[in-house]
Nanobody
């Protein structure tokens, strides 16, 4: 059974940094398309970044490009999201997601079949 467990959320001030972790069990993360999404109440889930399977190729949504970095530790079977220069608009619940058959174009939550429970990130001004 594939399970994703996020950790690392919290509260920071504007300009601060956080690193989120997503530990994968039941599947080898390096062979899946792995992504991070975020959602605020009343809004649709937004794609943040994705990491292609068996590759270091990545995609970043425009609002986070240059500030966020997705990475993978194959030994730990864990995906990370390093978030720097955080802004209040980055406040959201952050979710890790996996698509076992590899990445498709774009970053649509409907393409991902496995999700973590989410971890809250709050950025105060």
């Amino acid at each position: 059974q594939v399970q994703l467990v996020e950790s690392g959320g919290g509260s920071v001030q504007t300009g601060g940094s956080l690193r989120l972790s997503c530990t994968v069990s039941g599947y080898t993360a390096s062979t899946a398309c792995m992504a991070w999404f975020r959602q605020v109440p009343g809004k649709e889930r937004e794609g943040v970044t994705k990491l292609y399977a068996r590759s270091t190729d990545t995609y970043y949504a425009a609002p986070v490009k240059g500030r966020f970095t997705i990475s993978r530790d194959n030994t730990e079977n864990t995906i990370y999201l390093q978030m720097n220069s955080l802004q209040p608009e980055d406040t959201a619940m952050y979710y890790c997601a996996a698509r076992l058959s590899g990445c498709r174009g774009g970053i649509d939550p409907r393409d991902f079949g496995y999700w973590g429970q989410g971890t809250q990130v709050t950025v105060s001004s």
